[in-house]
Every structure is written in C-alpha cells, then in structure tokens.
C-alpha cells in the first residue's frame, strides 16, 4: 500500500481550512463539499501515480561480520523497475548514542535505471 505523499498530506490539511475562512453556515458548508470533492479526485490521482513494491527493488551491502566500535560501511543498489522516474528518500536507524553520519539520502532514479547509496 503507498505511503500518502506530502502533496495528499497537504492537500487534506488545506481542505480543513476551508470552513474556518468562510465562516461556516450554507457558503462554508458548500465550498466544504466542493473542496472535499476535488480533494478526493486529486488523492486519489496521487494514490495511482505512487510507485508500488516491485517498482523499486533494493539490494543492501555490507561487510561481515559487524564490527563494533568501528566504521560499517553498507551501500544500498536500487533499481527502478518502472518506467518513470522515482525519487527515494533513505533513511538508516542506528541506535541511539552511536555517532552516525550520513544515515540519511535522497536518490532520483531515472526510470529503469539503478542508483547506489553508499
């Protein structure tokens, strides 16, 4: 299932406004109605246009084993299977108290190229 984009988050936060800015009574219920209807539409078009699952694959490298107190370097490969291009946020979760750099990317993948976070 994808994850909404900021774009649909935004668009719904903006819908709650509409009432408040109106003033509510009749108007306000009515462009609440209309906004909701357009709303919807555009979620519903960003829902479609998401990448699936087997859009994006990832392949993870690391050396093994792990050593502690000691760099890990690990490198993601991830190819885009569609036909589209895809932008990818990545993000690693060390453990707290660790010193970690560079956990954190942003990737734009052509479509059906493959990139390499390292």
Known sequence: MPI????AIWLAALGLAWPLLLGGGPIGLSALAAWDG???LLL???WWRAPDG???QAER???EPLTAFAANPV???LRAASGRPLRVLLADAPPPGFAARG???ALTLP???EGVAA
Not at 4 to 7: L, Q
């Open 111 to 113: 479509g059906g190229a």
């Open 103 to 105: 956990h954190r990317r």
């Open 44 to 46: 519903v078009l960003d």
């Open 4 to 7: 909404p984009s900021t774009r």
């Open 75 to 77: 490198s993601l490969r």
């Open 38 to 40: 357009v709303a919807l």
């Open 61 to 63: 490298t690391l050396r």
């Open 54 to 56: 087997p859009d994006l």
